[in-house]
């Protein structure tokens, strides 16, 4: 009988309570150890709820519970000390998106887990979802693509709220956010883009003080003659999220839980569908860690996997501070 791996929970927001937690308490390879979070009320609470060890601080969790691995929720800003303190203890990390906030944070990241020998996965749940990796099977069938469109958007009521309101915080706005999903599926289906340009914009607010953008506009560039955009909102109802890449011999439409390959014409050749009472997306996440970490699994979203993530989130945001109007200006990445 395999024995269950013990996880501590650092950051205990929404993302925690809402997926991890619920998560946790429904996988099959995994138990609750320990819970962290720089709110001392926040962490009684939730301790008590779930008849675990509280902590404040992360490095005294790790020296007092020595959990075999710990998933990582706090804002952007905190990952990389959280991460680092988990490399230093030769504990596991399971870490929600983004990777890193700049190519700099993510290539030092990536040398701390190397050095310390610790596995590190980002929680990009498409990746595990089977229609997603069905959908990578299915594009040789259009020929060499030439046109990609990507929209991720929903009305959140408040953009400008809390820390993700705040570049310097957050790493970006929703780009970097919730667009980290679409740009994910972008570059594991068609690799970097060789130019990116993008525009952004946070007005969804009048009068509002926030800098991270609600909005972003990204137009795409391929040397092998592959054109495209990705729009992301998070102030722009209603909730979208769908990727089309087109080809001489029809289009691969990408949406949540469904895909469709259609013919020129836009007649439909093949469909997959995942019906909606599907397993608890986290939980799968979790228990597919564990896996990776008894060596029965490969991990497939790793450092290595998420280094060109951080660095087309460098050229999409550089483009926006270099650019003028009226000139253009295209980044090489």
Same mark, same amino acid.
């Given at each position: 009988?395999?024995v269950?791996k013990?996880?501590?929970?650092?950051?205990? =927001? =929404?993302?925690?309570?809402?997926?991890?937690?619920?998560?946790?308490?429904?996988?099959?390879? &995994?138990e609750?150890?320990?819970?962290?979070?720089?709110?001392?009320?926040?962490?009684?609470?939730?301790?008590?709820?779930?008849?675990?060890?509280?902590?404040?601080?992360?490095? @005294?969790? *790790?020296?007092?519970?020595?959990?075999?691995?710990?998933?990582? #929720?706090?804002?952007h800003?905190?990952?990389? @000390?959280?991460?680092?303190?988990?490399?230093? #203890? =030769?504990?596991?990390?399971?870490k929600?998106?983004?990777?890193?906030?700049?190519p700099?944070?993510?290539?030092?990241?990536?040398?701390?887990?190397?050095?310390?020998?610790?596995?590190?996965?980002?929680?990009?749940?498409?990746?595990?979802?089977?229609?997603?990796?069905a959908?990578?099977?299915? *594009?040789?069938? /259009?020929?060499?693509?030439?046109?990609?469109?990507?929209?991720?958007?929903?009305?959140?009521?408040?953009?400008? &709220?809390?820390?993700?309101?705040?570049?310097?915080?957050?790493?970006?706005?929703?780009?970097?956010?919730? =667009?980290?999903?679409?740009?994910?599926?972008?570059?594991w289906?068609?690799?970097l883009?060789?130019? /990116?340009?993008?525009? /952004?914009s946070?007005?969804?607010?009048?009068?509002?003080?926030?800098d991270?953008?609600?909005?972003a *506009?990204?137009?795409?560039?391929?040397?092998?003659?592959?054109?495209?955009?990705?729009?992301?909102?998070?102030?722009?109802?209603?909730?979208?999220e769908?990727?089309?890449?087109?080809?001489?011999h029809?289009?691969?439409?990408? +949406?949540?839980?469904?895909?469709?390959?259609?013919?020129?014409?836009? @007649?439909?050749? +093949?469909?997959?569908?995942?019906?909606?009472?599907?397993?608890?997306?986290? #939980?799968?996440? /979790?228990?597919?860690?564990?896996?990776?970490?008894?060596?029965?699994?490969?991990?497939?979203s790793?450092?290595? +996997?998420?280094?060109?993530h951080?660095?087309?989130?460098?050229?999409?945001?550089?483009s926006?501070?270099?650019?003028?109007?009226?000139?253009?200006? +295209?980044?090489?990445?």
């Amino acid at each position: 009988m395999t024995v269950r791996k013990r996880a501590a929970m650092v950051g205990l =927001g =929404g993302q925690a309570t809402g997926d991890h937690l619920p998560g946790l308490a429904r996988c099959h390879h &995994a138990e609750l150890a320990a819970v962290c979070d720089v709110d001392a009320g926040r962490v009684v609470a939730v301790a008590n709820a779930h008849h675990v060890p509280g902590f404040t601080d992360v490095e @005294q969790l *790790l020296q007092q519970v020595r959990p075999d691995f710990v998933i990582v #929720a706090v804002p952007h800003h905190a990952g990389h @000390q959280v991460v680092a303190a988990c490399a230093k #203890a =030769g504990v596991h990390v399971m870490k929600e998106k983004p990777f890193a906030t700049d190519p700099h944070e993510a290539a030092d990241l990536a040398a701390l887990c190397d050095k310390a020998g610790i596995e590190l996965m980002v929680t990009v749940q498409r990746r595990f979802h089977p229609v997603y990796p069905a959908a990578l099977g299915l *594009l040789d069938q /259009i020929g060499p693509p030439y046109l990609v469109e990507g929209r991720y958007t929903f009305h959140c009521p408040d953009p400008a &709220a809390g820390w993700r309101g705040r570049a310097k915080l957050a790493g970006g706005g929703c780009l970097a956010d919730m =667009g980290y999903h679409l740009i994910d599926l972008l570059l594991w289906y068609l690799g970097l883009p060789d130019r /990116i340009l993008a525009t /952004i914009s946070a007005a969804a607010v009048p009068g509002a003080e926030y800098d991270a953008e609600d909005t972003a *506009l990204v137009h795409l560039a391929y040397d092998s003659g592959l054109y495209g955009s990705l729009l992301v909102s998070r102030s722009a109802g209603p909730k979208t999220e769908r990727l089309a890449i087109t080809g001489p011999h029809g289009t691969l439409a990408i +949406e949540r839980g469904v895909v469709r390959l259609t013919d020129p014409g836009g @007649q439909v050749v +093949e469909s997959l569908v995942r019906e909606p009472a599907w397993p608890c997306p986290p #939980a799968r996440l /979790i228990d597919r860690f564990c896996r990776v970490l008894d060596g029965a699994a490969a991990n497939p979203s790793g450092p290595a +996997e998420h280094l060109p993530h951080a660095a087309f989130l460098a050229a999409a945001y550089a483009s926006t501070a270099t650019a003028r109007p009226g000139v253009p200006k +295209e980044f090489l990445v």
